[in-house]
């Protein structure tokens, strides 16, 4: 990059918020799907001025910006392919203010998820989207992907509790979406549009979203089943069952062993273990709910039960869910890649018999756990292969095509629930949606983003892009 635009940036941010550091641009080269790209520079803003100057210069130069929170995405969302400027919003992370009589909080796009919920207990509410990586991801970031979480299921995702947003548009205009009302249908909700836009319409600055009050009485039960089929049978059956449990979630025997030995928790030996948890303001209320999930659930044959009695206990079984990503990764020869398919809930017993074959067909150069958000038909099948290995690497896109070809799409389902397409789900784009609409987002791209600036090479929205 041209010295003359290095120099304009630190005129911008101040020299200490520009970095060429090599170890700098490695780090912020990857997030943990298999791809890297390496940025010119790294430039810190801490106020909107900033970012939209920056985005001015940009433009004027057609310079690519990749906006990035935490890079805790795990389909090349945050990488700069094209080099240009890593925009490291970390640095805009206050919380500006907490209505309390209009339930609403502003914050900047750098707040950390799990900071935003320390900052609202003592207030009795709390911001329910809840992904693992809740003690890392930002706020920004989680709109970038439209992040969901354990509590989908009852409580939605990101964009549910999204009012308003300030976003910088590519050439420096700053605009605001939405409001602070709870209805209004005066535009084409573009605050919608931005949440999943994954960095390639504009910069997100501000952002005001609803809370909700902090249930004050929890139900956990735990199944362990000896099939596989059994413990998606007992999902549907949950699901049926009339409530809407808080979380429902599936571990798988490989993702349960692992995360056992990681956290050195006694957990029985079963082909899957299934959490659902109730929550709410009324005791009675919750408990009569998870009586009811409890009935359902048994009719698909539980070898075994645990209702948490104490908060002790239902931290052990979040904390069991929680560790099965990272055992995964301790525990692979290299690569760790969390995938994320949707289903319509029925088809979970299906497509989790087959997930469990994929590696049979890979001839065994990658192996899976399953775990995730079944109880709203998200599953994140993780792959643990050696991506340096070429042999493996090709077996783990040849076991994605099998994945989303295969299962999720002729199953009604989606290639990503929650996690984005980023690079990695970029060439199925157009097998999910066909051509037409992807011209149609296309087109949505260019009136934000004539210049292609905004994380430009990434598969939403061309869907073209073969990695
Ligand atoms: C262990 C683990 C568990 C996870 N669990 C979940 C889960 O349960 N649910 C879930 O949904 N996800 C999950 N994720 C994925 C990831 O954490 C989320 O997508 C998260 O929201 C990303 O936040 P981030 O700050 O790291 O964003 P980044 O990874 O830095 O960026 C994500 C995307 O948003 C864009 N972006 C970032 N900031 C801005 C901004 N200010 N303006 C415009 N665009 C921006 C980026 O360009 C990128 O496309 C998990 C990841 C890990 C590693």
């Given at each position: 990059m041209d010295e003359k635009i290095i120099e304009e940036l630190k005129n911008i941010v101040g020299e200490e918020d520009v970095s060429t550091d090599p170890l700098e641009i490695y780090v912020h080269s990857r997030d943990s799907a298999p791809f890297q790209g390496f940025a010119d520079v790294i430039v810190r803003p801490e106020s909107t001025e900033e970012v939209s100057q920056i985005l001015k210069l940009a433009n004027d130069y057609k310079i690519p910006v990749y906006p990035r929170g935490s890079g805790t995405s795990i389909c090349g969302g945050p990488i700069p392919v094209l080099g240009g400027i890593v925009l490291a919003m970390y640095k805009m992370n206050r919380i500006i203010e907490f209505d309390r009589e209009n339930l609403m909080v502003t914050v900047e796009p750098g707040v950390i998820c799990d900071?935003?919920?320390?900052?609202?207990?003592?207030?009795?509410?709390?911001?329910?989207?809840?992904?693992?990586?809740?003690?890392?991801?930002?706020?920004?970031?989680?709109?970038?992907?439209?992040?969901?979480?354990?509590?989908?299921?009852?409580?939605?995702?990101?964009?549910?509790?999204?009012?308003?947003?300030?976003?910088?548009?590519?050439?420096?205009?700053?605009?605001?979406?939405?409001?602070?009302?709870?209805?209004?249908?005066?535009?084409?909700?573009?605050?919608?549009?931005?949440?999943?836009?994954?960095?390639?319409?504009?910069?997100?600055?501000?952002?005001?979203?609803?809370?909700?009050?902090?249930?004050?009485?929890?139900?956990?039960?735990?199944?362990?089943?000896?099939?596989?089929?059994?413990?998606?049978?007992?999902?549907?059956?949950?699901?049926?069952?009339?409530?809407?449990?808080?979380?429902?979630?599936?571990?798988?025997?490989?993702?349960?062993?692992?995360?056992?030995?990681?956290?050195?928790?006694?957990?029985?030996?079963?082909?899957?273990?299934?959490?659902?948890?109730?929550?709410?303001?009324?005791?009675?209320?919750?408990?009569?709910?998870?009586?009811?999930?409890?009935?359902?659930?048994?009719?698909?044959?539980?070898?075994?039960?645990?209702?948490?009695?104490?908060?002790?206990?239902?931290?052990?079984?979040?904390?069991?869910?929680?560790?099965?990503?990272?055992?995964?990764?301790?525990?692979?020869?290299?690569?760790?890649?969390?995938e994320d398919m949707s289903v319509p809930v029925p088809k979970i017993p299906d497509a989790l018999v087959k997930l469990q074959k994929i590696p049979e067909r890979v001839n065994n150069l990658v192996s899976i756990g399953i775990f995730g958000h079944a109880g709203d038909g998200n599953l994140h099948p993780t792959f643990q292969y050696d991506e340096r290995e070429p042999e493996q690497r090709e077996a783990f896109f040849k076991a994605l095509d099998i994945m989303y070809r295969e299962i999720a799409l002729p199953m009604g389902g989606t290639v990503t629930g929650e996690h984005g397409i980023g690079l990695i789900r970029a060439k199925y784009l157009i097998d999910e949606y066909g051509a037409e609409v992807v011209e149609l987002m296309k087109g949505i791209k260019k009136v934000f983003d004539p210049n292609n600036i905004m994380n430009p090479d990434k598969g939403k929205p061309w869907g073209v892009i073969e990695v």
């Open positions: 900071d935003l919920n320390e900052f609202l207990a003592p207030y009795g509410y709390f911001f329910p989207p809840d992904p693992g990586s809740s003690n890392a991801a930002t706020i920004g970031g989680m709109v970038g992907h439209n992040a969901g979480g354990m509590l989908a299921l009852k409580y939605g995702t990101t964009k549910d509790w999204i009012q308003w947003l300030e976003v910088v548009l590519p050439g420096g205009k700053v605009i605001r979406t939405g409001s602070n009302t709870l209805k209004s249908v005066s535009d084409y909700d573009l605050t919608k549009l931005f949440c999943a836009s994954e960095g390639t319409l504009g910069v997100v600055t501000k952002i005001g979203m609803r809370v909700a009050p902090k249930p004050k009485y929890y139900r956990t039960v735990l199944f362990y089943f000896d099939d596989l089929r059994k413990a998606g049978n007992a999902i549907v059956n949950v699901r049926s069952s009339g409530v809407v449990p808080a979380a429902l979630e599936i571990i798988d025997r490989i993702s349960m062993k692992t995360a056992g030995e990681y956290t050195g928790m006694d957990l029985p030996e079963a082909e899957a273990m299934l959490i659902v948890q109730t929550d709410g303001l009324v005791e009675e209320q919750v408990q009569r709910e998870i009586e009811i999930c409890f009935e359902a659930a048994k009719k698909a044959e539980p070898i075994e039960w645990m209702m948490a009695e104490t908060e002790e206990e239902r931290n052990k079984a979040w904390a069991a869910r929680k560790a099965a990503y990272p055992a995964l990764v301790r525990t692979s020869p290299a690569t760790t890649c969390m």
